[in-house]
């Protein structure tokens, strides 16, 4: 069964520094994507950037980069020059679904906050 | 530039009430869903909708049901809400249900059921 990892509930990081919040995800599906999102104190759920499964390069948005490994199945978060605005819980998901027609469920992880320090 | 709207944004329930939380979305997107956000958990799918009509089960679909006679609207309903129910919804749609692109969320429902 489709699975997503966070083995970090929580990380502190300098502002200015760089950090990465690590994803591994376990499925037997070809086809897939990878998502993450940012969840602020306020309680929304903010797109960060995605990743297909097929698509050769890392994703990149910004501040953020998509650091994908496929035969390690792993998706890690790469967020350069921290910000004290970045502090918030951050979610791995993936898109569940196979070759024939993916649909949009998405598999999310526990989620790893994330504390900038001034 | 109201995107997905869901109301009401807090409840309290005595166990054994009803209630139904309203999703709507202005943005003609056939997929829509229901998550709930429990601590320690993530996300997990209950219910979702590829179109107007068209209805499945997720993860947790036990105690919940929905429907879509519209596509603007993806209500989800408890009949007897218990303690446990006690969580985060968020309601999230995407243009279609087969892209790649991103969910859109609402701001989440804060249930308590007492």
């Known amino acids: 069964a489709q699975k997503i990892t966070q083995t970090q509930p929580g990380m502190f990081v300098q502002e200015k520094e760089a950090v990465t919040l690590d994803c591994t995800y376990d499925?037997?599906?070809?086809?897939?994507?990878l998502f993450w999102y940012k969840q602020p104190s306020s309680g929304e759920m903010i797109f960060l950037i995605y990743q297909g499964s097929y698509d050769e390069q890392n994703a990149t948005e910004g501040r953020y980069s998509l650091n994908f490994q496929k035969a390690r199945k792993s998706a890690n978060l790469v967020i350069s020059a921290s910000q004290l605005g970045d502090s918030a819980m951050y979610f791995c998901a993936m898109r569940e679904g196979g070759d024939g027609g993916a649909t949009n469920k998405l598999i999310f992880g526990t989620g790893t906050l994330l504390a900038v320090q001034p | 530039n109201a995107g997905v709207t869901q109301t009401p944004k807090f409840q309290v329930l005595k166990t054994g009430q009803s209630m139904t939380l309203q999703c709507a979305q202005d943005?003609?997107?056939?997929?829509m869903s229901w998550y709930r956000q429990d601590p320690g958990m993530g996300l997990r799918l209950i219910h979702y909708s590829v179109g107007a009509g068209i209805t499945d089960q997720g993860e947790v679909p036990n105690g919940y049901n929905v429907s879509r006679s519209t596509t603007e609207d993806f209500p989800l309903r408890l009949l007897s809400a218990a303690p446990s129910q006690t969580s985060v919804y968020f309601c999230a749609s995407s243009p279609n249900p087969y892209n790649t692109g991103e969910l859109f969320f609402g701001e989440g429902s804060r249930l308590t059921v007492l």
């Open positions: 943005m003609n997107h056939e997929y």
């Open positions: 499925t037997s599906d070809q086809s897939y994507g």
